[in-house]
Structures are given as C-alpha cells and as structure tokens.
C-alpha cells in the first residue's frame, strides 16, 4: 500500500508544506504567507495561532485530492530559537518571541558576566544573543512579570504546532541545545539556569529524538483533518538540521552553505571545540546517541542583496541583476572597493546586535554594477571569517556545497569560490527542510533505512565552480582590508578600537 508523508516548514514569514510518497517522490508542495508583528522597535512577534490558521488552511489544501487514509506520518520543522510560553489551559501566555527579535540586547552584557559562572557557563555566555529563548525568558520576568509567572510550559516555534496536532509537550535535542539553557555536554537542562530565572522543572519541555513519535493526532485534530487518528507526529527538528538532513550535509558529512535570507555555514564535527566560534547544534534521532552540527550565520544574507539589487538599484528581473553582477566582477580588477555585509547586526561572530554595513574605497569611477559585486563579495569574506573564526577545515573535504536562493546566481557562487579559494559545488534537487522533515517522517517508518539513504539519489551536483587565480588573488587583497573593518567601524561610532 502506498504511503504518504507530510513534512512542514514554520518559517519566518511563510509555513512550507511538501507531500512525499515512501519511494522519496515529491507529490505537492505549498506555501502559506503570513506576517509578524512589529509593536516596538527591535520587537517582532506573532499569535501562534496564525501559525496554527495557517497549517490548518494549507494541510486542507495539499491534502484535497488524496486519498489521506494512506497518510502514516507527520514532521514539523522550523525557526530555531523562537519562544512560545504557555498557561496551565497550553494557551499562549502571549504572542511569540521571533528568533530576530533584538528587545534583549540591553540585557546580553549581564546575562553574559552571569552564564560566566555557570557549569559550562564559557559556552553559554559565548553564544547567548538577542533571540535566545534563554535572553527573552530573562526579559520577561523583568518587563512582564504577570506574564512570567502565567508560565506552565515554554516550548521553540515548530514545538506549538506538534503540540497542537497531538497535545503533547516535547522539543528535541537541536532546539535544547540552541536555547542557551542546555547543557550539551551533560544532555541535561542547566539547573543554574533555571535557578536564576526562578523557573519550575515542570516548565522544561521533555527533549526527544528527533525522529521518536511525540504522539498520535488527537480525536479532535482527526476529525478537523479528516484523518486517520493513528497518523504520527514526530518531535520534529530546527530548520537547519532538516536541511541539513536533504542536502546530505549530516548524513555523510561534508560542508553546505545555505545562501537564504539569513546565510548559513553548517557542518558536522565530531567533538565541540569550546574556542571556537559558532553554534553547536545537538542531533538525535532516536533520543539516545547524538551527532554534533556547527552552524554559523551571516544574519544579513539575502536581505542584503534584496536591499542593493531591488531598493538601491530599483531591479526586478534576476537574469539582469546576474548580467550586472558579472560586469562588476570584471572590473574589480585592482580595485579597492570593499563593502562590509552586516547590516542587521552579527550573532556568530561579534555578538553585536548594533554592528552595521559599509561602503569603502569608493570614486568618483565607480559604478553601480561595481558596487552590486561588492556586496556579494562582502558576503562571500562574511563566509570565509565564519569558516576560519569557526576552525572548520573546509579544504579537507575538497569543495564546499551550496544551496538555497543565492545560489541561483553563478557569480555569485563563483565569487564565493574564488574568495573561499576552493572549488564550490550547487546542489540541485529536493532540498530544504520541509523535505528534510518529510524524509526523516519516512525513515520512521521504514520506508528509509539510514541517514546515509535519506539524501541519495535526492541530491546532485548541478555545476562545479572552480576558483579562477587571478581572481582569487585580487579577493585576497580585499579580504585583508575586510578583516580589518570592524574594528575601523567600532572608533568611527564609538571612538573605541577593538583588538
């Protein structure tokens, strides 16, 4: 009997859902929009019900048509970090907490010297930021104390709506691991963490692996959908180790980069290094072993682009903007022109919730085809600094993967090989994590048998980028005036050079 799987994607803007048979084939897909809400500045928030209105609405809608008695299983994946709390009845206390919210930023320094003491304090001080459930959990019972004490249950994002198909209460192990109140490397909850905040144990969700069933559809959920109240709904997983899961990426163990509204660096490492910069991510799938996944983030990725190509340049039509991009790269030659990314702030690598982008070596010859090549260049030094700052040796692996919308641009993956000086392969096929959750659905149920299987035949490499010397050796000279720009940044706005 054939059987179907569901796996859906709660992301910033806009839920993905992607219907799969067993055999991995892709049978439809749809993307609900909504929007967050923007209160104050730094705040951007949203009523998890509009998530929930949404999954209702596009389930409806990609289920019309099938026979849904042949539905076996359920994943749901999405934004990490967002924070959803819950009264006693498991409804929103208030509307969620976005992971790029930035209302805590005041409150990062304290909370740093804080963590500091803790047992593995280093750790979660290093990657505690604006976002953290742990930071905005700290902010709301300094702002909104009735509010706080409400709080019988704090789950991440995609956790509300697996509660809500199944009345379960669960998170897994990345989104533990990435709320800054995990131990990761005891597998346990900081109990110092929760002291400070003057939480109850009860409020901690159960952590499972990723691919444990949570738990069935409830009777009402199964009358809503018209469904099978056995259909299975699993822990479900953030967005980045779904993706990571269909590119391949954790299943046998290469570098991907993911050129997407935010950019993403992620690779599997065997062991943390407490020294080095970015995330570490914990895996599991069933609860009992776990794989470590690195993950660092150019907060302003795609968002940067869209700013200079569409808002500066007023352009519309990607094959002219590509047309643009190939013109500045050819006159970069000697060219000083160095643009500096950040323009909604660093997480991974400064922590700097203020840093913002630049512009240097500009004249009177310059150009706005020139300029456009500059901000992906920049994006580009932005992967290369992760990549190094992160202690990931990408040139062991030969080439680096590449996938999601920036990819779609061949200079641009040309730029990011000639700046990485490696080769860059783009990934073609079913990628992403509405896929990436479908397929660990499937795997639960046997359809397949390792992580090494989810990605084969799924993924390929569609063109192989090699680094051009010349190129490379003008990006090298530009790299070196990139690393120095923060600090120029710094004593220009606050007169204060960072070593």
Same mark, same amino acid.
């Given at each position: 009997?054939?059987?179907?799987?569901?796996?859906?994607?709660?992301?910033?803007?806009?839920?993905?859902?992607?219907? $799969?048979?067993?055999?991995k084939n892709?049978?439809?897909?749809?993307?609900?929009?909504?929007?967050?809400?923007?209160?104050?500045?730094?705040?951007i928030?949203?009523?998890?019900?509009?998530?929930?209105?949404?999954?209702?609405?596009?389930?409806?809608?990609?289920l019309?048509?099938?026979?849904?008695? +042949?539905?076996?299983?359920?994943?749901?994946? =999405?934004?990490?970090?967002?924070?959803?709390?819950?009264?006693?009845? =498991?409804?929103?206390?208030?509307?969620?907490?976005?992971w790029?919210?930035?209302?805590?930023?005041?409150?990062?320094?304290?909370?740093?010297?804080?963590?500091e003491t803790?047992?593995?304090?280093?750790?979660?001080?290093?990657?505690?930021?604006?976002?953290?459930?742990?930071?905005?959990?700290?902010?709301?019972?300094?702002?909104?104390?009735?509010?706080f004490?409400?709080?019988?249950?704090?789950?991440?994002?995609?956790?509300?709506?697996?509660?809500?198909?199944?009345?379960?209460?669960?998170?897994?192990?990345?989104?533990?691991?990435?709320?800054?109140?995990?131990?990761?490397?005891?597998k346990?909850?900081?109990?110092?963490?929760?002291?400070?905040?003057?939480?109850?144990?009860?409020?901690?969700?159960?952590?499972?692996?990723?691919?444990?069933?949570?738990?069935t559809?409830t009777?009402?959920?199964?009358?809503?959908?018209?469904?099978?109240?056995?259909? +299975?709904?699993?822990?479900?997983?953030?967005?980045?180790?779904?993706?990571?899961?269909?590119?391949?990426?954790?299943?046998? =163990?290469?570098?991907?980069?993911s050129?997407?509204?935010?950019?993403?660096?992620? $690779?599997?490492?065997?062991?943390p290094k407490?020294?080095?910069?970015?995330?570490?991510?914990?895996?599991?799938?069933d609860?009992?072993?776990?794989?470590?996944?690195?993950?660092?983030?150019?907060?302003?990725?795609?968002?940067?682009?869209?700013?200079?190509?569409r808002?500066m340049? =007023?352009?519309?039509?990607?094959?002219?903007?590509?047309?643009?991009?190939?013109?500045?790269?050819?006159?970069?030659s000697?060219s000083?022109?160095v643009?500096?990314?950040?323009l909604?702030?660093?997480?991974?690598?400064?922590?700097?919730?203020?840093?913002?982008?630049?512009f240097?070596?500009?004249?009177?010859?310059?150009?706005?085809?020139?300029?456009?090549?500059?901000?992906?260049?920049?994006?580009?030094?932005?992967?290369?600094?992760?990549?190094?700052?992160?202690?990931?040796?990408?040139?062991?692996?030969?080439?680096?993967?590449?996938?999601?919308?920036?990819?779609?641009?061949?200079?641009?993956?040309?730029?990011?090989?000639?700046?990485?000086?490696m080769?860059?392969? +783009?990934?073609?096929? $079913?990628?992403?994590?509405?896929?990436?959750i479908?397929?660990?659905?499937a795997?639960?149920?046997?359809?397949?048998?390792?992580?090494?299987?989810?990605?084969?035949?799924n993924?390929?490499?569609?063109?192989?980028?090699?680094?051009d010397?010349?190129?490379?050796?003008?990006?090298?000279?530009?790299?070196?005036?990139?690393?120095?720009?923060?600090?120029?940044?710094?004593?220009?706005?606050?007169?204060?050079?960072?070593?």
């Amino acid at each position: 009997m054939e059987q179907l799987f569901l796996g859906i994607d709660l992301g910033t803007s806009a839920m993905k859902l992607v219907l $799969m048979d067993g055999q991995k084939n892709v049978l439809a897909q749809i993307t609900e929009k909504y929007q967050t809400a923007q209160p104050d500045k730094g705040w951007i928030e949203i009523d998890p019900e509009i998530w929930f209105g949404c999954m209702r609405a596009a389930m409806e809608k990609i289920l019309s048509g099938c026979d849904r008695t +042949k539905l076996r299983g359920i994943g749901i994946t =999405g934004q990490m970090h967002t924070l959803v709390v819950l009264d006693g009845n =498991g409804r929103p206390v208030r509307p969620a907490i976005m992971w790029n919210d930035i209302r805590t930023k005041e409150l990062i320094p304290e909370l740093k010297k804080r963590m500091e003491t803790f047992d593995e304090g280093e750790y979660l001080s290093k990657t505690i930021s604006t976002g953290s459930p742990a930071a905005n959990l700290y902010w709301m019972k300094k702002n909104e104390p009735e509010n706080f004490k409400k709080i019988r249950k704090f789950l991440i994002g995609p956790d509300y709506l697996v509660y809500r198909l199944t009345g379960v209460y669960g998170t897994d192990y990345c989104e533990a691991s990435t709320s800054c109140l995990y131990q990761i490397h005891k597998k346990q909850w900081s109990q110092e963490m929760r002291a400070f905040l003057g939480l109850s144990g009860e409020v901690y969700p159960p952590v499972r692996g990723s691919v444990q069933t949570a738990g069935t559809l409830t009777a009402e959920m199964s009358v809503l959908f018209s469904l099978d109240g056995n259909v +299975k709904v699993l822990t479900g997983t953030g967005d980045n180790p779904a993706t990571a899961v269909s590119t391949g990426c954790l299943g046998r =163990g290469y570098p991907v980069i993911s050129l997407g509204t935010s950019g993403v660096l992620m $690779m599997p490492v065997a062991e943390p290094k407490e020294q080095a910069r970015g995330k570490m991510i914990l895996f599991s799938f069933d609860g009992r072993s776990c794989s470590y996944l690195v993950q660092g983030v150019v907060q302003s990725n795609g968002n940067t682009f869209e700013w200079w190509a569409r808002n500066m340049l =007023g352009e519309a039509d990607f094959s002219r903007i590509d047309g643009m991009l190939e013109q500045g790269r050819a006159c970069s030659s000697g060219s000083g022109l160095v643009f500096y990314p950040h323009l909604m702030g660093d997480k991974t690598l400064y922590a700097d919730p203020d840093i913002r982008g630049a512009f240097v070596g500009l004249g009177a010859e310059t150009k706005r085809e020139d300029m456009l090549y500059a901000v992906v260049e920049g994006l580009c030094f932005s992967f290369r600094q992760l990549a190094e700052e992160m202690h990931l040796p990408l040139d062991r692996f030969g080439s680096v993967k590449v996938v999601g919308g920036g990819a779609k641009s061949h200079v641009w993956v040309q730029t990011l090989a000639d700046v990485l000086r490696m080769p860059v392969e +783009k990934m073609d096929g $079913m990628i992403g994590p509405a896929f990436g959750i479908a397929l660990l659905a499937a795997y639960q149920e046997g359809c397949v048998s390792s992580l090494e299987q989810i990605s084969e035949g799924n993924v390929k490499v569609e063109r192989r980028f090699v680094p051009d010397a010349a190129c490379s050796a003008m990006c090298e000279r530009r790299y070196q005036i990139y690393k120095r720009m923060q600090a120029g940044l710094k004593y220009i706005t606050e007169g204060t050079v960072l070593g």
